[in-house]
């Protein structure tokens, strides 16, 4: 067999895989979006060179909420799954890369075998050691073996982004454990302040100094608060529940939670725009899945080409055993071949065009992402710069609610004014009190998203994920 290629061949050849581009790199790419910006929209007090803080779990100070993160990386089921995912494309990509390398096969055989004319026996075995490989000539397995491994760091980027969001929602879950049990306080507070209420307008009626409709509005007023304990004392409930599931326990909803909700009120660095790429999980996710697919299409491309592919065997075959692979018996074979399409009804260029197809979805996927994750950015901040300027003015209408409940009722008992502007001004402080409540945890939830959003991680980063 001739082995020499003929130049023509070959030049085209190498036109053909010249014809296979790469793709830029994540920078590049950025560079080329006209709309990036140096700086986050909404925060005009950014300092350009504030690095995004790691380790931002550390800052809460509560051995409690550490050990359930703890249980919960080990133990929540969604994050186990995620965890077998990144293994299997693991062994994929093992096995892709197995392909660049020679395949040997070892087998035996041994027959024994009777003729009655004349009675004789016949014992025959043979072996054969066979060893085939294809020569990677133009690249093609090269090409499949980048694509798995490009697939297996997508899906470690994914479970390190499930990783970052599941410690995300178990201090979440936290907070709101904390929430609820301070808004049950608050309805049980309430509660007492109604019995109180009951309590002396009931005795004025008995005195005639109050109306039976006073006493009425008392009365419905406190099982009001009751019914709002009920309720809350099941939210309570459901949300430890939450909780207990996030860290891959059974719901039994007995978790015990002693905390208070800190106040948020300074400002977290949020690092550059462009930085977010190459710091988010889940944006070098996407962008692996980019590359991963124009290794796809490369290798489409390159299905086109001849594949030269080298056997060879060794036998033998003997009537005893003991005999075999004798260097007098062996039989040997060496065999080269090559083989190209010619026709198949254009298959393969109907392949290449699906891979170059899938390289331009993948483009727009990994776009649509990256303004994801900055829409999800300047949303936190948004929210954030909201949230402080309502818990201001929250806190202040808090403190004039409670003063002018307290003074419409020694009114109330003065005679200065009716019932009615009393439950008014306890429905306001009421609600100013719930409000305060409420808006710290929106804080507390908004900072969790922020740190999330922006990439910054929950533990101090590792060396193996520096070097990546």
């Given at each position: 067999?001739?082995?020499?290629?003929?130049?023509?061949i070959?030049?085209?050849?190498?036109l053909?895989i010249?014809?296979?581009?790469?793709?830029?790199?994540q920078q590049?790419?950025?560079?080329?979006?006209?709309t990036?910006?140096t700086?986050?929209?909404?925060?005009?007090t950014?300092?350009?060179?504030?690095a995004?803080?790691?380790n931002?779990?550390?800052?809460?100070e509560?051995?409690?909420?550490?050990?359930?993160?703890?249980?919960?990386?080990?133990?929540?089921?969604?994050?186990?799954?995620?965890g077998?995912?990144?293994?299997i494309?693991?062994?994929?990509?093992?096995a892709?890369?197995?392909a660049?390398?020679?395949?040997?096969?070892l087998?035996?055989?041994t027959?024994r075998?009777?003729?009655?004319?004349?009675v004789?026996?016949?014992n025959?075995?043979?072996?054969?050691?066979?060893?085939?490989y294809e020569?990677?000539?133009?690249?093609?397995?090269?090409?499949?073996?980048?694509?798995?491994?490009?697939?297996?760091?997508a899906?470690?980027?994914?479970?390190e982004?499930?990783?970052?969001?599941?410690?995300?929602?178990?201090?979440s879950?936290?907070?709101?454990?904390?929430?609820?049990?301070?808004?049950?306080?608050l309805?049980?507070?309430?509660?007492?302040?109604?019995?109180?209420?009951?309590?002396?307008?009931?005795?004025?009626?008995?005195q005639?100094l109050?109306?039976?409709l006073?006493?009425y509005?008392?009365?419905?007023?406190?099982?009001?608060?009751?019914?709002?304990?009920a309720?809350?004392q099941?939210?309570?409930?459901?949300?430890i529940r939450?909780l207990?599931?996030?860290t891959?326990?059974?719901?039994?909803?007995?978790?015990?939670?002693?905390?208070?909700?800190?106040?948020?009120?300074?400002?977290?660095?949020?690092?550059?725009?462009?930085?977010?790429?190459?710091?988010k999980?889940n944006?070098m996710?996407?962008?692996y899945?980019?590359?991963?697919?124009?290794?796809?299409l490369?290798y489409?491309?390159?299905?086109?080409?001849?594949?030269?592919?080298?056997?060879?065997?060794?036998?033998?075959?003997?009537d005893?055993?003991?005999?075999?692979?004798?260097?007098?018996?062996?039989?040997w074979s060496?065999?080269g071949?090559i083989?190209?399409?010619?026709?198949?009804?254009?298959?393969?260029?109907?392949?290449e065009?699906?891979?170059?197809?899938?390289?331009?979805?993948?483009?727009?996927?990994?776009l649509?992402?990256?303004?994801?994750?900055?829409?999800?950015v300047?949303?936190?901040?948004?929210?954030e710069?909201?949230?402080?300027q309502?818990?201001k003015t929250?806190?202040?209408?808090q403190?004039?609610?409670?003063?002018?409940?307290?003074?419409?009722?020694e009114q109330?008992?003065?005679?200065?004014?009716?019932?009615?502007?009393?439950?008014?001004?306890?429905d306001?402080?009421?609600?100013?009190?719930?409000?305060?409540?409420?808006?710290?945890?929106?804080?507390?939830?908004?900072r969790i998203?922020?740190?999330?959003?922006?990439?910054?991680?929950f533990s101090?980063?590792n060396?193996?994920?520096?070097e990546q």
């Open positions: 067999m001739n082995w020499q290629l003929k130049p023509s070959v030049a085209l050849s190498v053909f010249g014809a296979c581009t790469t793709q830029p790199t590049e790419r950025v560079q080329q979006l006209d990036l910006p700086s986050w929209q909404q925060d005009s950014q300092k350009l060179d504030e995004v803080a790691d931002w779990l550390q800052q809460l509560n051995p409690q909420v550490y050990a359930l993160v703890g249980q919960a990386l080990r133990h929540n089921q969604a994050i186990l799954q995620a077998y995912d990144v293994a494309k693991q062994q994929q990509l093992i892709t890369g197995a660049l390398w020679p395949s040997l096969d087998s035996a055989r027959n075998s009777k003729n009655n004319r004349p004789s026996y016949n025959t075995s043979s072996a054969d050691l066979s060893l085939s020569v990677d000539l133009w690249g093609k397995l090269t090409a499949a073996e980048r694509q798995a491994n490009l697939e297996y760091l899906q470690k980027a994914t479970f982004q499930s990783r970052q969001q599941l410690v995300a929602d178990v201090v879950g936290w907070f709101n454990v904390i929430t609820a049990q301070q808004l049950l306080a309805y049980k507070q309430r509660e007492q302040i109604a019995e109180q209420n009951l309590a002396i307008i009931e005795s004025g009626y008995r005639g109050s109306e039976a006073d006493v509005l008392t009365r419905n007023k406190l099982n009001t608060e009751r019914s709002n304990i309720q809350q099941a939210t309570l409930t459901e949300s939450t207990e599931r996030l891959g326990v059974y719901p039994k909803g007995a978790l015990s939670v002693d905390a208070d909700l800190p106040l948020l009120d300074k400002p977290i660095p949020k690092g550059l725009p462009s930085e977010l790429l190459t710091r999980p944006l996710a996407s962008w899945q980019l590359l991963s697919t124009d290794a796809g490369a489409a491309h390159k299905q086109r080409f001849p594949s030269l592919n080298l056997s060879a065997s060794l036998s033998d075959s003997t005893r055993i003991s005999d075999l692979f004798s260097p007098s018996s062996l039989a060496l065999v071949s083989a190209m399409p010619v026709f198949d009804g254009g298959r393969l260029a109907a392949n065009q699906q891979a170059s197809l899938a390289v331009k979805r993948q483009e727009q996927a990994y649509e992402s990256l303004y994801d994750a900055f829409t999800d300047e949303n936190a901040i948004t929210q710069q909201s949230l402080q309502r818990y929250t806190l202040e209408a403190t004039n609610a409670i003063a002018a409940e307290k003074l419409s009722f109330y008992q003065s005679g200065l004014v009716n019932y009615t502007t009393v439950l008014d001004a306890q306001r402080s009421f609600s100013a009190q719930n409000s305060v409540i409420n808006i710290k945890s929106q804080l507390i939830l908004n998203k922020l740190h999330v959003a922006l990439g910054g991680d101090e980063p060396r193996e994920s520096e």
